[in-house]
């Protein structure tokens, strides 16, 4: 439930240590609103909690097993977060062929700065494993034909001349 209203108390209440090893300083907080009086506990960072009794805030207040708990609205990060949910939601209506054409790009570009010549039948299967994450049976064909484009000499070394040595 969200509270607007006016602090009226605000006292240190110990800390925790977060997931991220961050110590968070608690405080208790007692918000005057036109329904009475709420108190809940609520986290900062700073040792000491960076608004004053008298100051106006907008708290969710949220009933949980240890008790209160408080958490600071800032209306301007509000706001900004609407409009970024409102780019994701655009991103998510992306036609799904015009990502599977992005997706193809990519496959063939990873094959021609490989220095392979891109094939239609390989270059489908990695777009559909892209897309749908299975491994693509038999994708490992064009690596292997690939790799037996070498001379043919190769197994007995005395038979290669010197001058075709790259060093």
């Known amino acids: 439930m969200q509270l607007t209203g006016t602090i009226q108390n605000i006292e240190s209440n ?72 409102q780019g994701n939601q655009q991103r998510r209506q992306q036609p799904k062929d015009d990502v599977r054409g992005k997706c193809r790009c990519q496959v063939v570009t990873g094959y021609l700065s490989g220095g392979v010549e891109p094939d239609e039948e390989h270059c489908e299967k990695w777009v559909g494993y892209i897309m749908n994450g299975p491994k693509p049976q038999g994708y490992l ?24 040595i790259p060093f």
Request: charged share 15%.
């Open 141 to 164: 064909d064009a690596a292997q034909q690939a790799n037996q484009q070498v001379p043919a000499n190769i197994d007995n070394p005395q038979d290669i001349p010197d001058d075709d």
């Open 14 to 85: 110990g800390y925790y240590n977060s997931q991220q090893g961050q110590r968070i300083n608690t405080f208790l907080m007692t918000i005057s609103t036109g329904n009475g009086l709420a108190t809940g506990e609520i986290g900062s960072i700073q040792e000491i909690y960076p608004a004053n009794p008298g100051d106006q805030i907008t708290v969710e207040m949220k009933d949980t097993n240890h008790g209160t708990k408080f958490k600071k609205i800032n209306p301007q990060y509000q706001q900004g977060q609407q409009q970024g949910q």
